[in-house]
């Protein structure tokens, strides 16, 4: 997840102050006991999630949907004037000018770079099992019923250097290939982008209501087990690859600003209608892909982010690129893309793969 | 490239020296000029080099490897004691814990991770066109005859934060989907893993003779343009993914000092070769795809490199694991994989998708 | 501190997992409520601790004791191959060669390098608020009953950015300007290094009566109100300036092997008698300056650190270096230094200066 | 140095593009070798510059200036929203919370800090011997005529970690004891802050004859042998330490861009009159305490840092507040600070202590 709350992290002074009270306030909620989310369907062992559902048959149909033989790579820039979330930041620099060499008679040289970033949050991210979790009163639990301080990879000075059992790299072992099927909210609702929700009827907010519409004027199929579904609204063409490089710093800074004000996103019944009908993955041109800061659930942050990912293994990926889709017309392809084996960590970067 | 004159390297002091002294010496080669490598068939504004051959008839034609809807992700575990080439490293932190929360009534907490790395130089590591260059009497002279000291993104101070026109994000927007042929060298030549070599004869340095033998042995049609093609040395299991987590930190720092001594890989006529061929990606389960410390060209340091990146812009992808495509018995399928489109840099990271 | 239970954390593998499991034990400790360490007696608002004790007239004595007015630094060497707790790294490249310019008529260039550290807590370091605390059966508390959770100074998304409260800012502010007073163990107890305590009557760990023993020895006056005491127990020789960069990578392993197997150091009787004493500070050419693994408090971790630190505010700086004082035959001296003003940092880097 | 050319760089987007030709344009300096800059005056091997000159005369003649038994800590704050020059940052986490711990039946916790920064030319910054150097038509020189190339300490991958002998810790192992005098230009000039200099006769620039005026206003005798020197302009107090953490995020973002948009400062003929008068060390309340972007030498970038780093290794200190010392209204006392012993780098952050 990356801007849960995000309007009151871009506003004034004083709503800081207000979200750090409230984050000072530790509410906890023992939901995931009273609605028995553990052990999943894959059993208490399972590092994995929905992506279990993949099948061979999965597989050589949504292989099918490739007929023109085109590719589209769905990544947004990373650099580090892009927007961020809280304190994250990309920090990138070439270590020596040559980074090294001159090697052989072949006099060859090679450059390095230098990375300092929140890896798996930042950009176009994955969140995986170790991301997002609830706090109970039982402690924060995570996917299939894993209480953070027993995950933990600790050193032996109790230093945490990863999530354990809770790493994306189980899930990167397993990957993502399953048919890609594209929401063009704009094109349903008229509007582009969608507006940032601020009320629960807000047409920022995309319902299981508008998922169905949506499908019966693209023409298409139903959402089916395996599939796994990405939203447009348009709010993340403020930093469209194409454009980024070319604006100044100040446009760049004030698109950010916007971009980090709030965004359209699924709304918690259009998760549960997806979950439903069993997909592996949510994705989407924003950073959180949730409704934000209001949603159809009162009081819920990002509720999406809890009830498919902590709850049922349903992963979910940020600030994709749905440009070159759209102008072909595509809303239906064959999604190819893994997270990093990253031991540990919480997510991803990543570019995934189109093929249509 | 990640380990160029490895012996060297992982060696003993004098050793060091000894390397430290040939990078001093400057040793420069005009052959780029010589041999008008530039501008390359593509035009003198090209950013992406080989990967430009690949045409919707070869994507579906790569597609059509798809018989058994099997996926095999290709990435190798990221940790901080794999293997590195010099001083590179992976340092990985989990920013608080957990790292933020608590939000809303859904009671929301969540993880980020923090990472400094050489990010597109570590582990399974992908060579970008600002990776590898040449030496040249008129500078260090990269992919597309550009002058680094002409292509870097520099802040107004001069600091280089990117690479520019050689960045690798001009080549993650096209990505790689191709024919991916598998070539078990182990299996041909009767020893696993292949040895490293010590002098121009070794069996540890792979021919064009030996790819042409593997591809009759294996059953597979020849090389064809667009194709991406792997070499399994054995070499690369000394840090097999399954096996890694579990073994101790004395057993782990062995083994990495075995697998920088140096590695068997491809000689140059097999490069050759397959440059006649027009692949666009060559990749491995060794951190260079290219024999070391010796090959088979005289007082060259990775002259696939040099030959086949810098030159041709036809890319490398290093430290893939082949495990499951092995004990499967496939050597052809869809590989599908976009670097990150990580703005300036070298390389990327990744986890490459076999489908087949 | 830096390496509490380093006995454990350098051994097998097996005694890890015994200290992975003490971790999650999670123990506690009411003793700072039961001996109501707080508020100290400097007031509930102070953020400052012993270096309170600071007046005019300390400084003008210790200034007295410039007499040949010769200078010596105490830090030592910062490098990626020093000794290190636990996970913690230095890592520092020059980014760019140069990092910037051409500038001007005079053509000036410039280098910065860039770091990633455990910047208080690596090499010569300093123990400030935050670094040290207890787990009570009211949380995790630090310093004048500061507790964690409360003390924080967190973005408004949750991510903890500082130490609030704790920070080690307030403490920089004041500094350190007082007699310092150096005991020369080996020479009293006529072993050189102490060794690494295993017992609790060791020869490794300094009591109360041979800290009044040396002073007897080295005809010094009795410790007094604002003095700062060190302590030499030649265990860190190991890594004696002068010798560092000239020994091989693998006699540079062996000494931090050795470095980090345990360390003599004070017990917590000599503590105690300090801080009846009401010195500012202690320091020592160990990595913390108690007696480790074994000290004079059956079951505890390094006890001068929660008895002095958290409870008293008497501060500790770690990894100094007497070797000039030492030579010199200098027990007593000017000591002058300040921690870094980092906002919200646990501790510092230093270079102490040494006046006489 | 930290802010060379300043108004470019805080300038607009053509602004940079300007300095960036600059910095393409490669103009070289020959003046080192013209002037036989090289070997100094402490013979080739001479790693350290000025500080050579302190003697335990000077040493005793100092400590003589402490007569109120009073100090004060000398550095500014270290915060990721100071002002910085170029893409220089300050990013800092705390890794777990707590980071470590519970051990021992004293229930110890503990925290560290992670930082990433260019960790000697930020905020309260020390230029060392590697920091300035010119670039000359036979290679970028530095302090004592070594070439950036030789001096490189490299991996034998050729990729630079530290300085080498242009290291920081040659300096450090030597430290700063030294006579104290704070010149008070707003106090002279009757204008606090001096304003950035946009032309030669700007009272921004602070020249010789200044020096000399102030010097008698302020009652103090000439500047000598082993000196260090310190000039108030008023411009530092953009970001004062007491003011600093109360000021809101728009509020400090408005003085970061007026306080990196040029400075006041001394011209080259005051830094050739310290230089007569056989200094040490020169520092300020600004980024660079030369005047900028304008000096008293056409064409000149930042002229002291040539002329009395590279050439004569008079060092420089860069962002230091002295609030506290004109509260006092003291203009001398006895100023104590060693650098970090960081094995190759650049500078060192600092908070020097002055004692009166």
């Known amino acids: 997840m990356s801007r849960v709350l995000s309007l009151a992290i871009a506003g004034s002074a ?3 102050l ?3 009270g409230t984050v000072a306030n530790a509410q906890v909620s023992d939901k995931p006991f009273e609605e028995n989310w553990w052990p999943t369907e894959w059993g208490p062992d399972d590092k994995v999630g929905a992506p279990n559902r993949t099948t061979p048959e999965i597989v050589l149909k949504a292989v099918k949907l490739v007929k023109q033989g085109k590719v589209a790579t ?4 990373y650099a580090s004037d892009i927007p961020f979330f809280g304190p994250r930041m990309w920090h990138m620099t070439i270590p020596g000018t040559p980074t090294g060499g001159v090697f052989g008679n072949n006099a060859l040289v090679f450059h390095d770079e230098l990375l300092t970033t929140q890896i798996g949050q930042v950009g176009t991210q994955f969140d995986g099992p170790g991301h997002i979790g609830v706090r109970t009163s039982k402690g924060d639990m995570f996917y299939n019923g894993r209480n953070r301080e027993d995950a933990y990879q600790r050193h032996g000075t109790g230093y945490v250097v990863g999530m354990g059992d809770l790493g994306v790299e189980h899930v990167a072992e397993k990957g993502f290939v399953c048919r890609g099927v594209l929401l063009d909210a704009p094109g349903y609702k008229g509007m582009n982008p969608l507006p940032i929700p601020t009320s629960p009827d807000s047409p920022g907010i995309v319902t299981a209501d508008d998922v169905k519409g949506m499908l019966e ?4 199929d139903d959402i089916g087990e395996g599939d796994c579904v990405f939203l447009y609204t348009g ?3 403020l930093w469209k690859n194409a454009d ?3 604006l100044s710093a100040e446009e760049k800074a004030e698109r950010v600003k916007k971009f980090v004000s709030g965004e359209p996103g699924f709304g918690l019944s259009a998760c549960e209608y997806f979950a439903e009908r069993k997909i592996i993955l949510t994705g989407g041109d924003t950073s959180a892909n949730d409704a934000q800061p209001v949603s159809d659930v009162e009081g819920a942050a990002a509720p999406c982010h809890t009830e ?3 709850r049922r293994g349903i992963w979910n990926i940020e600030n994709l690129e749905f440009t070159q889709l759209l102008e072909d017309g595509v809303h239906e392809f064959l999604f190819v893309w893994s997270p990093l084996k990253m031991v540990g960590a919480t997510g991803s970067p990543g570019n995934p793969v189109a093929l249509y």
Do not use: E, V
């Not at 769905?74 to 820039?77: A, D, I, Q, S, V």
């Not at 004027?217 to 298409?220: A, E, F, M, P, S």
């Open 308 to 310: 498919m990912q902590t």
């Open 18 to 20: 207000l979200l750090a």
């Open 244 to 246: 980024w490089p070319k």
């Open 74 to 77: 769905l990544g947004k820039l």
């Open 217 to 220: 004027k693209q023409g298409l």
């Open 14 to 16: 004083s709503a800081m």
């Open 235 to 237: 709010h993340g063409d």
